[in-house]
């Protein structure tokens, strides 16, 4: 009796060992999860955590930028890290580096040059590549490229007048509502929050596994949740701010009263 329980415990054992294993092997996916980012409040961010932080900003700092292209299983989290033996090598992307180093930047000043990409390769881009039209770095960051050319946030947010503005701010409504009217799909929209302000970060669109734009609809990503059915983490009961990179931190107020401050001394001396 007891050796054949043992048994039976042996062969389940084996079992879920042999389907982990599976899973492991050929990982599985519903969507790619577009993500981009507004530079300003990655850079605030960065910031607050260590003021001896500095930021490297794309060429035009009020654009939108890309943080990563996310394979995603409905309902959980990943896959992730689908191949430990395929580590990003900077040589793959060399003919399209110019063109990353704006549109794909690390901001993260003083961090490796190459820290984003490498990050983002050998956690998603490796199990994207079971994909065949992303089944080399060159192909996944390439496609990061083609599709903020034709996704860009810049584009569809000023297109329902949401333009950055350290003066205007906008209900995470007007923002769903903007992007839903020009793609027709719903996204997540994702806040930083800061002294009870919350600042717009990162906006992610979704694509089914033959690159159709599709729902957000039931991925389970960091920090965001469903409300009223916009899949959003930022608070919903108040406007939510984009900044201009210029308006972020110790920018306007301080920077404006010290060039008065000189003004006024340089006009009296
Ligand atoms: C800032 O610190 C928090 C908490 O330690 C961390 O979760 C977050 O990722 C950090 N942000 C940046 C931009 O480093
Ligand atoms: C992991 O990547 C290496 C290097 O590209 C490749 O040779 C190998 O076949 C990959 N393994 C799997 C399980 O895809
Ligand atoms: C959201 O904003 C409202 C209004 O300012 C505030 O009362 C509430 O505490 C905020 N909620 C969160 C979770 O920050």
Not at 39 to 57: F, G, I, L
Not at 130 to 154: A, C, H, R, T
Not at 204 to 216: G, L, S
Request: hydrophobic share 40%; with cysteine.
């Amino acid at each position: 009796m007891e050796i054949k329980y043992v048994f039976i415990f042996f062969i389940v054992t084996c079992l879920h060992y042999a389907s982990t294993r599976k899973t492991q092997a050929t990982p599985e996916f519903d969507l790619l999860i577009f993500t981009q980012q507004w530079p300003a409040t990655a850079c605030k961010e960065w910031k607050k955590n260590d003021s001896t932080h500095t930021c490297v900003m794309p060429k035009n700092v009020d654009t939108w930028t890309i943080h990563g292209i996310w394979p995603t299983k409905l309902g959980t989290m990943g896959p992730a890290f689908c191949n430990r033996t395929w580590l990003f090598d900077p040589e793959k992307i060399r003919p399209i580096e110019i063109q990353l180093n704006q549109v794909w930047i690390n901001i993260f000043g003083g961090t490796s040059l190459y820290s984003l990409w490498a990050h983002e390769w050998n956690k998603h881009g490796t199990c994207a590549a079971v994909l065949e039209p992303l089944n080399s770095e060159l192909k996944y960051f390439s496609l990061g490229i083609d599709w903020l050319q034709k996704f860009s946030m810049n584009n569809i947010l000023q297109s329902g007048n949401i333009v950055p503005s350290s003066t205007n701010a906008y209900s995470v409504v007007e923002i769903n509502n903007a992007i839903k009217a020009k793609l027709g799909v719903d996204p997540a929209i994702e806040c930083k929050k800061e002294n009870g302000e919350s600042y717009l970060s990162e906006i992610r669109i979704c694509f089914t596994k033959d690159f159709k734009i599709t729902n957000c609809d039931g991925i389970v990503s960091r920090k965001v949740f469903d409300y009223h059915s916009i899949l959003t983490n930022c608070n919903t009961s108040k406007k939510i701010l984009y900044p201009h990179y210029k308006d972020s931190k110790e920018g306007s107020i301080y920077v404006q009263l010290y060039k008065l401050v000189s003004w006024v001394q340089w006009f009296t001396l």
